[in-house]
């Protein structure tokens, strides 16, 4: 398991710059990691979730808010954001817009889940409830941070085994064309991703140590504008 990932970012006057990705999980995740629940807003008389009929009526996809509880994550350069609380904002999103899509949503975490700022959950829990989903897809929400430099910015994906570069080449190239980054997706050696069959991704969505990103990441319509862009991948990568 690595401590950190290296990102590539290019810009007008270093083409192959390199910034180094801190990522705490990495060192953190299997103390700090977050409660695993199966809920849903929308349920009926007997307590199941409803779903929508619609393109992806027949798959599962599990989200991941990163972080939670005593693991806030990083947190943003200028106004100290909890990247957990943005985790959270971003994964609602993109819950309802895959439910809207007929998907069967299972979260790791969400708003319900009573997990105090001093409570913490294994890895290993987490890593279980999304085995026992049986999920198509795991996407797991993140934001990152640079301590080399506060000019990198954009969004990121990480995947761990080959049968998830497809589904992270494909979402990378979404993110780069949408707002014109200059990334590319990394191989990272994280637990949560390296031992999973089905497709699994971090999305990292965007670099809490830019004063940019970081002001935008905290505004709905720079939120929506992520979502749109998992949700509209994810429809056409399972349904070619």
Avoid: W
Wanted: proline share 2%.
């Amino acid at each position: 398991m690595y401590s950190k990932a290296m990102a590539h970012h290019d810009d007008k006057d270093n083409n192959d710059s390199i910034v180094n990705k801190i990522d705490s999980e990495n060192s953190n995740s299997e103390k700090n990691d977050i409660a695993s629940r199966d809920k849903s807003k929308s349920v009926d008389k007997n307590n199941q979730p409803v779903l929508h009929d619609g393109p992806l009526k027949e798959f599962t996809i599990v989200v991941d808010p990163g972080h939670g509880g005593s693991d806030p994550g990083t947190g943003g350069a200028i106004t100290g954001v909890k990247e957990k609380d943005l985790n959270m904002r971003i994964s609602n999103k993109l819950k309802t817009k895959l439910e809207n899509l007929g998907a069967d949503i299972k979260m790791t975490r969400d708003d319900s889940t009573n997990l105090g700022e001093n409570e913490k959950l294994s890895l290993d829990d987490r890593i279980t409830f999304i085995n026992n989903q049986n999920p198509d897809l795991l996407i797991s929400m993140h934001h990152n941070f640079s301590e080399q430099s506060d000019e990198v910015k954009g969004t990121q994906i990480l995947c761990a085994n080959k049968n998830s570069i497809e589904f992270a080449n494909k979402l990378q190239e979404a993110f780069n064309n949408e707002f014109d980054n200059k990334l590319y997706y990394l191989m990272s050696g994280y637990t949560l991703l390296k031992d999973m069959e089905q497709p699994s991704v971090i999305v990292e969505c965007g670099f809490l140590s830019n004063e940019e990103d970081e002001a935008r990441l905290q505004t709905d319509e720079y939120q929506d504008q992520i979502v749109s862009v998992i949700v509209d991948t994810v429809e056409k990568f399972l349904k070619d």
